[in-house]
Antibody, heavy 119, light 108 residues
Framework: EVQLVQSGAEVKKAGESLKISCKGS????????IGWVRQMPGKGLEWMAI????????RYSPSFQGQVTISADKSTSTAYLQWSSLKASDTAVYFC????????????WGQGALVTVTS | EIVLTQSPGTLSLSPGERATLSCRAS???????LAWYQQKPGQAPRLLIY???GRATGIPDRFSGSGSGTDFTLTISRLQPEDFALYYC?????????FGQGTKLEIK
């Protein structure tokens, strides 16, 4: 069974750093792109970035380029999203998601991680 | 960047009725790369439709997708109580992925 299990909720202060994780299982982790999607409170879905774990090839949305860093560790089948200096506007639920091969859609999703940034 | 505009913003219908949700792209999208998702409160999105008209695994046949170019449609033929949720379209192009702003399907 394909599963993406994310790290838990975080409460941080503005200016702090943060790295959240997403562990894949039940499939070949290095064969599928993993993306991150933001959902701000009461708002819609926003694609942030995507990585191919086999060679760490990455793509970023222009809206998030330079704001976050995506990475992956093949040895532990885990993808990461990190911030060097959080802002209150980073408060959101962050989902990791697997991109299917062929149709470029997101077929499996993590449970989401709520990040709350206080000012 | 391709912008996806979904309409209506909110759709109020009764169980058993037919729902038609629209997704319009700012420029032509390959049908291969157009998808629809359902999201319920407190849950992750679930893939419903891929390639504009293909049903994802386990999705009931009352859900269907159609369209091409800039206009795509998700149809739910006979609404069940569990279908009342948020729906998003999503496209891929030029190494970028974008979502529509969503349509809320609520019980009338």
């Amino acid at each position: 069974e394909v599963q993406l299990v994310q790290s838990g909720a975080e409460v941080k202060k503005a200016g702090e750093s943060l790295k959240i994780s997403c562990k894949g299982s039940g499939y070949s982790f290095t064969s599928y792109w993993i993306g991150w999607v933001r959902q701000m409170p009461g708002k819609g879905l926003e694609w942030m970035a995507i990585i191919y774990p086999d060679d760490s090839d990455t793509r970023y949305s222009p809206s998030f380029q330079g704001q976050v860093t995506i990475s992956a560790d093949k040895s532990t089948s885990t993808a990461y999203l990190q911030w060097s200096s959080l802002k209150a506007s980073d408060t959101a639920v962050y989902f990791c998601t697997r991109r299917s091969s062929g149709y470029y859609v997101f077929d499996y999703w993590g449970q989401g991680a709520l990040v709350t940034v206080t000012s | 960047e391709i912008v996806l505009t979904q309409s209506p913003g909110t759709l109020s219908l009764s169980p058993g009725e037919r729902a038609t949700l629209s997704c319009r792209a700012s420029r032509s999208v390959s049908s291969t790369y157009l998808a629809w998702y359902q999201q319920k409160p407190g849950q992750a999105p679930r893939l419903l439709i891929y390639g504009a008209s293909g049903r994802a695994t386990g999705i009931p046949d009352r859900f269907s997708g159609s369209g091409s170019g800039t206009d795509f449609t998700l149809t739910i033929s006979r609404l069940q109580p569990e279908d009342f949720a948020l729906y998003y379209c999503q496209q891929y192009g030029s190494s970028q992925y974008t979502f529509g702003q969503g349509t809320k399907l609520e019980i009338k």
